[in-house]
């Protein structure tokens, strides 16, 4: 028996036999060429048959995986449109005459080396990207068949690495686990692989040899043992059937209430940054959505998102939850959410600087184009708005007005509007102290405890070096939840927790006991929490 250490990215088991992947690289020839503008024509079709593959691709990554998973898809497809990538392959063929699965061979090369070299992880990680890219035109121009790994039997994968478009071919009822040796946690495969539930590791020196051997994948470890000893293996069974059994149990959990023994309800909601992530949300069935960071629509775009873009992404997650809770929280953006086109200048403190609620207020128009855009959205589910950041009474008043401004043009306007919700997130140690004053203004509270416990225990939640101190458990931020509870309560509105604390199991009986109403956590969170509240005898 031999265990080697790898990164891991699944914390699952897999016990199987292994098959070793050998990737047979197309091989291209170098080979002079008369007519260029020929050639380059014959890469435009393969581009345009590469493209249309990657459509059925993201067809099938849709249907198994998820739409969000699904985009690296879309992305590939237009990464073949980048305009650097395709001049360079022009450059090659009409400046060096070159044949065209030639000119795409060394620009995939090139770029993928580029990306390789990069500091940034997320941007290293397209490496393997462009590479995936390229080898599906090359085969197309070769006339050669599909990069499909043919799994005939359930195996544990090892590769080289893998690229997104061999790991969602795969039959996935065949694919007990992989290991790769090129690989990183921000990769497509990896996130594929987080989707798929599969486990997975990488960054260890496979070796051909162990092709039909037995072994076992422990993702929670990060450990591969080939060949294991009895013992091992017995208990690598053990933990897999505790797993299955583990994963049913919560399959059973959907569609159940989640209320205590007692029959104390708790609205079980979920936190998503883009209107594609409500498939996972209900996929783990969400009873709502109870933190939309909208700052994302302004993250992904170098210009202002418009009240119609927004609308429509509003709108569109409303409907899909189906008349369900949907919290939208405005526009938190700076401190460590930059976007260019803000201008936002450079500040010795953007934690306590210059953002969320605080340009709002004093930049009007972009927030009101943003509530414009949630009004009209409201008219199809159920909508509620949440202001962040939030440090005094008089801030919450101002963002009332504007949002009643916004009413009184849209029923001028003859546009349709429903009455919502009004909350505010606390998350700043004044809010709390002045919560039973903040109540009488709000519908609700949601509990930011990320930022609650950075401003509470004054640490940056950024940095990596106090991550050992940056403690959510510290009494202070524990008897501050109480209180805002209480007075949120007393004042007559509802309190929900949206901060990662809310999804810790150690504290979920404690929260109930305080009399909290809502939590409000990462999708694959919910079922675990549900499992614990309708086992608590409160
Ligand atoms: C929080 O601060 O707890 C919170 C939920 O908001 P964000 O993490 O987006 O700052
Ligand atoms: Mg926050």
Redesign the pocket.
Known sequence: MKQYKASTIVHKIAVGTIFFYDKQESSVKCKKIEDTEAEIMRFERAKEKAKSQLGTLYEKAKREVGETQAEIFAVHQIMLDDMDYCDAIYEIIRANKRNAEYAVAVTGDNFSKIFAEMEDEYLKARAIDVKDISERVIRILLGEANDQVELSEPVILLANELTPSETIQMDHSSLLGFVTRVGSSNSHTAILARSMNVPALFGLDIEREWDGKKAIINGYEGTLTIDPDEKTLLQAQKMLETEQKREQLLETLKGKKTETKTGKRINLYA?IGKVSDTGSALINDAEGIG?F?SEFLYLGTDSFPTENDQFLSYKEVAETMGGKKVIIRTL?IGADKKVDYFHLDQEENPALGYRAIRICLEQKEIFKTQIRAILRASAYGNISIMF?MIISVQEVREAKAIVQECKEELREQGIEYKEIEVGI?I?TPAAVMISDELAKECDFFSI?????TQYTLAIDRQNPRLESIYDAHHPAIIRMIQMTIENGHKGGAWVGI???LGADLSLIKTFIEMGLDELSVSPSAILPIREIIRMLDE
Do not use: A, V
Not at 448 to 452: A, R, S
């Open positions: 936190n933190l960071r938190d962040p997130m998350e930011g405890t990320n930022d609650l949206c901060g990662e």
